[in-house]
């Protein structure tokens, strides 16, 4: 008997462009999730570029009830392959050579956008998810996302901008933002006079905007506080993280456990979303919103994206139009026991159990 075939366990397999050995993302917390009751399959393909030496194949058990498919290396680079999929065809064929073993899935829960054939292969034999997480730009939309889409049972967007150019292409098509994993501490409510604590904690990649935390330097006397692995990363960026790093009030802590991560957060007057406007992050409700949700902080980010209700309560936006030292006083001056209370009442409510009993409810299948 197959996976898919044990007692009331589903078979789970979650097909993305992601690697299990990256940063933790949404698509790895709910691996994680659904593993503790259902068998979960996640496909893997090693990058040209991620380390050297023969790369890794076959099944590697992760937990009881996760297990990753290495499928090789991958042989071409992420932008030619976009045109070519020939990657996403040797993942295909390593999958059925595993398939007598496994069995066929009950669900493909699926990340990538290029994984029509993976759909095509479990046709009428599993219900197929499309979480769109990202904004892969007009060529990955037109020739790939719509057909995907169109063909898959379900379509999950993260962010409202991603379900408006989906929804049209699937009638199943709903807004479901990311979650979090509720914290280790319990979160607490303490207010000093004037902030003095505000801070990022997170991944620092290409698309935090250092000069609105330059900004915060130059226009305050409050300490910045970064934390959280640097990948993704230009030389030139880089650069400018390494530049802020040497300034006498950036504190960086590096890269964090979970529970010192909460720690950080809950010391912290403000928490920060500093991302640069673009149009894809117009299109990305970032994570980093709900832990900071849940440890009941106010948070103030750049204008990059258009909060939806209730979400946009607990974020105050800068548009650059006065002095950020001023703003930031201002916000925490604002921020009382009764925001607090609030806060946490959303965030129950969006814990990453919370999604996935949103998603069985919408699809009709115990998760």
Not at 260 to 276: A, H, N, T
Request: proline content about 5%; some cysteine; overall charge neutral.
């Amino acid at each position: 008997m197959g996976m898919g075939d044990v007692s009331n366990k589903k078979f789970v397999i979650i097909v993305t462009m992601s690697l299990w050995n990256e940063p933790h993302r949404g698509r790895h917390h709910y691996a994680s999730l659904l593993s503790e009751k259902h068998k979960v399959l996640w496909i893997n393909r090693q990058l040209l570029w991620e380390e050297k030496g023969p790369a890794k194949m076959g099944l590697e058990r992760v937990s009881e009830n996760l297990t990753v498919l290495h499928t090789g290396r991958s042989v071409l680079p992420t932008w030619l392959d976009r045109k070519l999929d020939l990657n996403n065809r040797l993942n295909l064929r390593t999958l059925r050579r595993h398939l007598p073993s496994l069995g066929d899935p009950d669900i493909l829960w699926i990340y990538d956008y290029k994984a029509l054939p993976f759909i095509r292969l479990f046709k009428g034999r599993a219900t197929a998810l499309y979480f769109s997480n990202d904004y892969f730009g007009k060529y990955a939309y037109n020739q790939y996302e719509c057909k995907l889409a169109a063909n898959v049972d379900y379509v999950f967007a993260t962010a409202p901008k991603l379900l408006e150019r989906l929804q049209n292409l699937n009638p199943n098509c709903m807004f479901l933002p990311h979650g979090f994993w509720p914290p280790i501490t319990p979160a607490s409510f303490e207010k000093k006079e004037r902030p003095s604590l505000v801070g990022y904690v997170g991944t620092l990649r290409n698309v935090i905007d250092t000069t609105f935390l330059w900004k915060i330097l130059s226009e305050s006397d409050m300490q910045l506080i970064l934390a959280g692995p640097i990948i993704e990363c230009s030389e030139d960026k880089q650069a400018e993280f390494s530049e802020l790093f040497q300034h006498e009030r950036v504190k960086y802590l590096g890269n964090l456990e979970r529970i010192e991560m909460e720690r950080v957060i809950s010391d912290l007057d403000i928490c920060l979303l500093p991302y640069i406007r673009s149009f894809k992050t117009q299109h990305n409700f970032v994570i980093k919103y709900f832990e900071y949700l849940a440890m009941g902080k106010p948070m103030v980010a750049t204008d990059y994206f258009d909060w939806p209700e209730p979400y946009d309560a607990f974020v105050s936006i800068d548009h650059g139009h006065q002095n950020l030292g001023q703003f930031l006083n201002a916000v925490y001056s604002e921020w009382d026991a009764d925001h607090f209370s609030y806060a946490l009442k959303l965030a129950q409510d969006c814990t990453w159990q919370q999604r996935v009993q949103q998603i069985s409810h919408t699809i009709g299948i115990a998760l």
